[in-house]
């Protein structure tokens, strides 16, 4: 955050994005963008404050006016110029910007407010930046990278294996992900295994089936600028469609990335870039809620991965300036 600016008298622009980390980091593209419109004004980001850390990163934000999901919103927010809605169109996330007594908004249409139609079929990075290129402010889908931060990566080089998700439907099986991680550690990988502290368990089982020390398991020890660091200095990411996905597209870190639910189309990595999307897309029941894995994701076998694998490293030696581009597909079950 630009903490060296102090707000004063200026003018405030208050973003609502009160959601989690791929949330936020899909968000860049349009928080840059309000930034180069809104040069002169304290931006405020309404949003989970423990996200703060990489708020700072993208180097838009002023403020973080922590929130949890879309409460209302406390006197310093009160009176903006500007509230934006960056979280959705519906009622609740508009009372909440309405209830600041704006002097502009600028959303999508809602009760009560006028604004473009809110479109289904489109990957979230564009969705925002075409909501403001609506309101005359240029905003590019790519402009997603973020500052490194100046904290030790405490593994150089690793293989990011990470198997958590926010619900099970995004989440591949345990015995696969720690199939691939033996697999990689075999091709000389140092594979290590990520996750938030309530995923720790999760973590040393795959770690265990995998034949992975426990110093691997990074679960719980790492906080999220300590996980921010080890993704950007990785060697390569897998993961499912979560937060740590999008750090590796912040970064241009290689990452395999698996999809169940929500296709690699809405959520998933910008067209140019060192990334693989899989998904099995004919098999999606589509419920980001559901218990249990996908069977998009659960079509995604463990041959697949390493072949996307072996895909990045081709790639990436044939483009040593990591400038090339990958298709987002499924590759055929091996």
């Not at 309101?135 to 958590?164: K, Q």
């Not at 696969?176 to 368990?201: I, N, Q």
Request: some cysteine; charged content about 20%.
């Amino acid at each position: 955050m630009r903490t060296e600016r102090r707000n004063g008298s200026r003018p405030k622009v208050v973003v609502l994005r009160a959601l989690k980390l791929g949330d936020l980091l899909i968000a860049v593209p349009a928080l840059r963008a309000l930034r180069r419109a809104f040069p002169d004004h304290w931006i405020q980001l309404a949003t989970s404050g423990w996200l703060a850390p990489v708020v700072a990163l993208a180097e838009a934000v002023d403020q973080v006016l922590p929130t949890r999901g879309l409460a209302p919103l406390g006197p310093a927010a009160q009176r903006p110029a500007v509230a934006v809605n960056l979280h959705g169109a519906g009622p609740r996330s508009t009372e909440v910007l309405a209830a600041l007594r704006p002097r502009r908004r600028i959303g999508h249409r809602a009760a009560g407010w006028d604004g473009p139609e809110w479109e289904d079929d489109l990957h979230e990075r564009v969705r925002w930046c075409r909501l403001l290129q609506t309101y005359g402010i240029p905003a590019d889908p790519a402009d997603l990278g973020i500052r490194r931060l100046e904290v030790a990566n405490p593994v150089p080089g690793a293989t990011v294996v990470h198997p958590g998700a926010a619900h099970g439907s995004r989440r591949w099986p345990v015995d696969r992900c720690a199939a691939v991680a033996r697999r990689l550690a075999a091709r000389g990988h140092h594979v290590v295994v990520t996750g938030a502290e309530s995923e720790a368990g999760l973590a040393g089982q795959l770690a265990r089936q995998a034949g992975l020390p426990a110093d691997r398991v990074l679960a719980g020890r790492t906080g999220l600028a300590e996980l921010a660091a080890v993704v950007a200095g990785a060697r390569l990411v897998v993961s499912a469609d979560t937060g740590v996905a999008h750090l590796s597209y912040a970064y241009r870190t290689p990452s395999v990335v698996l999809f169940g639910p929500v296709p690699a189309r809405s959520w998933g990595p910008p067209e140019a870039g060192p990334h693989v999307a899989l998904s099995d897309d004919r098999a999606r029941r589509g419920d980001p809620f559901a218990a249990d894995p996908d069977p998009a994701l659960l079509g995604v076998g463990v041959n697949d991965v390493l072949a996307a694998v072996d895909r990045l490293s081709t790639f990436r030696s044939q483009s040593p300036g990591g400038h090339y581009q990958l298709d987002v597909t499924k590759i055929p079950p091996l």
